[in-house]
């Protein structure tokens, strides 16, 4: 049946030499770009990969083919090839796409048509199926084997080529709705042919889906139609719920939208994966509107089912308003309010409005996300984190609340309710002060019953009718008392009155009126030191004495001394309350030494200074003056004159050499050097004198006694 292959490929835009060349030329360059997929094989098995042309019309998308029947293929147009029928038949059913049908009696009405009419096109023949059969498409295969080097599909090393021409006819037009065109080499044993024609038509099918996809020929009679398990309107959307599909069908879901059921329905959105719960929702539509719906699935391929009947789904209009609104006043600067929350599902929120007037303006001042919300605290500031707010004490406010559904539309207004904020704390009761104690004063008072309260604000004046300023703040509520004790820079004073105020202080730090003024006085330090003696002329020391001063709590003194007069900064010592006497020891000789001692008491209160007193430590003996010599025959005698002192010890005689210069010592001024006068020689001596204490006086002027040659 050569002249339905003929008509065949004029009518599908193909001729036999076109094709040929295309797959010569195909099969050349797969040869010449893969010389190595050859070397190391027999000949036999020398196979390269098919060529698979596909072609689908831009029309296919426009049509749903609900019956479509497969005749049986032919090889050149004359004989059924029962293999490849059956090859092709399984491979339309992994498909997915139609339902494919094999009726009993086509394959007698296929021999019946090629007997009476050999003259019939392969696009003929399909058409008067379609039409005899009562299918909406036919699909046609045919073969066509070539086996000689000189035809024009083959080889250039003789190896046989076979063509399979594919094609679905759509039977109202005889137009093809897709064609398949596969050439491949026919090498394989015959008891593998089966499993290669089965090999290369799901290839050649896959190749096929894959075109229908991007031509957007989706649709599909053998997938399920999803189901759809609920519906719902909401504010501006609708919410659709389906039942998942097992994932190996499909792995997507499309929902398709028009505003009439005979319109042409379009994508909602981006596809919707399969995944629980499984939902779908379309956004910006209008309130109180009715919209059409229908759902497809879509598998891995790209195939989706054909669409159900549109189901209609209409939004709602604004929301219902905020019923049993409620204030609550008596918190510090804060108001709370509480509502009933709205049973509109559509309802997202709650906006607050407050004014300081029952008829307004009121005024926005927070918004309340999420429906089952009900209270609300007014802090009076619009952001950020405080336990306490902003607004003012003691002052009262007005409320109104809306609510605003997940399009921003609003309710109308609840009722007007209103609350009056906390006033400030009330002052403190009971306070007291504590006289005579050393450089501070106690205070106590009653604790504040205000669990508000958090401290309390002292202040201070030296006179009954201030100026008071604040010294301290005492943190805690319960705390009782504090001790004034001034500070490092201005220290309480001795034997001074001071008058004292407290305010209670809330966690805003809002303070009470002033407390009662209360008063104290600062005990008195201790009195100068009176009767400090020194006395003079003690060899390397100076005794001191003094009078006890009168306060029952003196806890010692403290004696300072200094070399000059108006400069008395050395504490040397301090000695306890019951001493009234002390000796510096370790003097300097025929030094003057100023001296002032004061008391200081148990509690560490110093009274004033003394008088100043002054001592001179014992001086050295005079220079010995007088010194004279008479030389006799066996020595030197030495006399001087006697010193004043009269607890002179004794005198030494030096010849005022550094290392032997010491001759000899008397308890009276005169001396017998025994050593005879030669001539030429040359003596010198030196005196002086050494009283009871060991104080040595300076060197006599020296006394040199030469004899000539």
Avoid at 131 to 136: E, G, V, W
Avoid at 389 to 414: C, H, K, M, P, Q
Avoid at 448 to 456: E, L, N
Avoid at 534 to 557: C, M, S, T, V
């Amino acid at each position: 049946m050569s002249k339905h292959a003929n008509q065949h490929d004029s009518q599908t835009g193909w001729n036999r030499r076109t094709l040929c060349l295309f797959i010569t030329s195909a099969i050349i360059t797969l040869t010449f770009l893969s010389p190595t997929a050859w070397a190391d094989k027999p000949s036999a098995q020398r196979t390269a990969p098919p060529v698979i042309n596909v072609q689908v019309s831009p029309d296919a998308r426009l049509t749903i083919y609900k019956s479509v029947i497969l005749l049986p293929a032919l090889t050149e147009g004359e004989t059924i090839d029962e293999p490849l029928s059956n090859a092709l038949s399984r491979a339309l059913g992994n498909l997915h796409k139609y339902h494919v049908l094999r009726p009993e009696n086509v394959e007698s009405w296929l021999k019946k048509k090629l007997k009476s009419d050999k003259n019939l096109s392969m696009a003929e023949l399909a058409h008067q199926a379609g039409i005899d059969l009562r299918a909406s498409a036919i699909i046609t295969a045919e073969a066509h084997p070539r086996q000689k080097i000189g035809e024009l599909l083959v080889r250039l090393d003789s190896t046989p080529v076979t063509t399979w021409d594919i094609v679905m006819w759509d039977t109202r037009n005889g137009q093809p709705v897709w064609k398949l065109t596969i050439s491949h080499q026919d090498v394989v044993p015959a008891q593998e042919k089966t499993k290669e024609t089965t090999t290369i038509l799901a290839q050649a099918i896959a190749a096929l889906e894959k075109k229908m996809v991007s031509k957007g020929d989706i649709f599909s009679t053998q997938l399920p139609q999803p189901e759809v398990l609920s519906t719902q309107g909401d504010i501006r959307s609708v919410r659709i719920v389906l039942q998942p599909n097992p994932p190996h069908i499909f792995s997507r879901y499309q929902l398709l939208r028009a505003e009439d059921p005979k319109a042409v329905f379009r994508p909602t959105g981006p596809p919707v994966a399969n995944k629980t719960p499984l939902i779908l929702v379309d956004h910006g539509l209008r309130d109180a509107t009715s919209y059409y719906y229908t759902v497809i699935g879509i598998n891995n391929a790209g195939l989706a089912n054909v669409p159900a009947t549109p189901f209609a789904i209409t939004t709602t209009g604004a929301p219902s308003s905020v019923h049993n609104l409620h204030a609550a006043g008596g918190s510090l600067r804060h108001i709370q309010l509480f509502w009933e929350p709205s049973q509109d599902p559509t309802v997202k929120e709650y906006v607050i409005y407050r004014s300081v007037n029952s008829d307004g303006p009121f005024k926005k001042i927070a918004i309340v996300s999420g429906r089952d919300q009900q209270t609300y605290i007014d802090k009076g500031q619009p952001s950020g984190y405080s336990r306490y707010g902003v607004l003012a004490d003691n002052s009262r406010y007005f409320y109104i609340i809306r609510t605003r559904n997940i399009v921003g539309v609003t309710s109308e207004d609840s009722q007007i309710v209103s609350a009056t904020t906390k006033g400030v704390p009330q002052p403190p009761t009971n306070l007291q002060a504590i006289d005579r104690q050393p450089k501070k004063i106690p205070l106590a008072w009653a604790a504040s019953s205000d669990p508000d309260v958090v401290g309390y604000a002292i202040f201070r004046a030296q006179a009954p009718k201030g100026p008071f300023q604040q010294i301290e703040y005492v943190s805690g509520r319960e705390n009782q008392q504090y001790v004034d004790d001034g500070s490092w820079e201005h220290p309480l004073q001795n034997d001074t009155t001071y008058w004292y105020r407290l305010r209670a202080v809330n966690v805003v730090e809002a303070q009470s009126p002033d407390s009662g003024t209360v008063s104290a006085i600062t005990k008195a330090a201790p009195q100068a030191v009176i009767g400090v003696k020194a006395a003079n002329g003690l060899f390397r020391k100076i005794n001191l004495g003094w009078q006890p001063n009168p306060e029952p709590d003196i806890d010692h003194y403290e004696i300072y001394r200094g070399t000059i007069a108006d400069n008395i900064r050395t504490k040397i010592t301090t000695v306890g309350p019951k001493k009234t006497t002390y000796t510096d020891m370790g003097l300097a000789d025929s030094r003057t030494y100023w001296y002032r001692i004061r008391a200081v008491d148990q509690d560490g209160l110093t009274g004033a200074w003394s008088a100043v007193v002054h001592a001179t430590t014992k001086h050295p003996p005079v220079q010995p003056k007088g010194l004279k010599a008479i030389v006799g025959p066996s020595g030197i005698l030495l006399s001087w004159k006697k010193n004043p002192e009269p607890d002179i010890d004794h005198y030494e005689i030096s010849n005022g050499s550094f290392l032997s210069g010491q001759l000899g010592d008397s308890k009276k001024p005169q001396f017998f050097y025994p050593h005879p006068v030669k001539p030429g020689s040359e003596f010198k001596f030196l005196v002086r004198a050494v009283d009871q204490d060991g104080l040595e006086s300076a060197y006599s002027e020296p006394l040199v006694i030469m004899r000539p040659e």
